[in-house]
């Protein structure tokens, strides 16, 4: 069974901390992707990686998917208390119909 | 910006009852999926659909799930009888084609309350 870890669960900062929530797995996948999810709404897709090593950056968010595909990163420079949420990372396997696995969640509080 | 639609947001069923969840994909895209999160817990998978047909579906998804798309447009879940334990949130996704590089854009999910 494909597992994704993420941490920390709950992270609580001020506003213009950085931070960086770890999503880690023992299996490979072929994209990871990563959403942020507010009380009673879906998923929202913050960024899709495909390429081991590959880093991606939206606006004060950055995106690493390991070399090995195995485990991805989210960075947050200078947290905005709008950046508060659950942030999902879900992994796309490397065989079947791209159903996802998703990790395990962090909830973020960016504190005025 | 396309998005998936679902219906309705909250249900509320006797134990045992049937229901459907519905769902309108993004209309080009070709590969569908439920998922359910349980309050306080991660998002699980349940079943994919392509081409018309079931192309996988998890331990979760037994003989009590369906899956239907009757009208190329909707795609539903029915439960057949409810239980308690199939309180939760449900999430329809949608991709457009293969290829991994593409991502599942969700719902915003349907709140299915058992009593």
């Known amino acids: 069974t494909q597992l994704l870890e993420q941490s920390p669960q ?15 797995s023992s299996s490979v996948f072929s994209s990871l992707q990563w959403y942020r999810q507010e009380p009673g709404e879906g998923p929202v897709l913050l960024v899709t990686v495909v390429t081991g090593g590959e880093v991606k950056k939206l606006k004060r968010l950055t995106f690493q998917f390991g070399d090995a595909r195995k485990d991805s990163s989210l960075h947050i420079t200078a947290a905005q208390p ?16 791209y159903k996802y696995i998703f990790g395990t969640g962090t909830r973020l509080k960016v504190l005025a | 910006e396309p ?5 309705p947001s909250h249900q509320v069923t006797q134990m045992g009852q049937e229901v459907i969840l519905r769902c309108v994909p993004i209309s080009n895209h ?21 081409n018309n047909e079931i192309s996988e579906k998890s331990e979760i998804f037994d003989d009590q799930f ?4 009757p009208d190329g447009s909707n795609f539903t879940l029915k439960i057949r009888s409810t239980k308690l334990e199939d309180s939760a949130m449900y ?3 949608s991709r457009p084609t293969g290829g991994y590089g593409q991502p599942q854009h969700f719902g915003d999910g349907t709140r299915l309350s058992i009593l």
Do not use: H, M
């Not at chain 1, 001020?14 to 999503?23: A, I, P, S």
């Not at chain 2, 998005?3 to 219906?7: A, F, L, S």
């Open chain 2, 3 to 7: 998005e998936v639609t679902q219906t």
């Open chain 1, 10 to 24: 709950f992270l609580s900062i001020q506003e213009g901390e950085n931070l960086t929530v770890y999503c880690n």
């Open chain 2, 30 to 50: 070709l590969y569908f999926y439920w998922y359910r999160q349980i309050l306080g817990q991660k998002v699980e998978f349940l079943v994919s659909f392509y």
């Open chain 2, 66 to 69: 369906s899956v239907e798309r």
């Open chain 2, 91 to 93: 999430f329809c996704a």
């Open chain 1, 82 to 97: 709008g950046d508060t949420g659950l942030y999902l990372c879900a992994g796309a396997p490397t065989s079947g119909t």
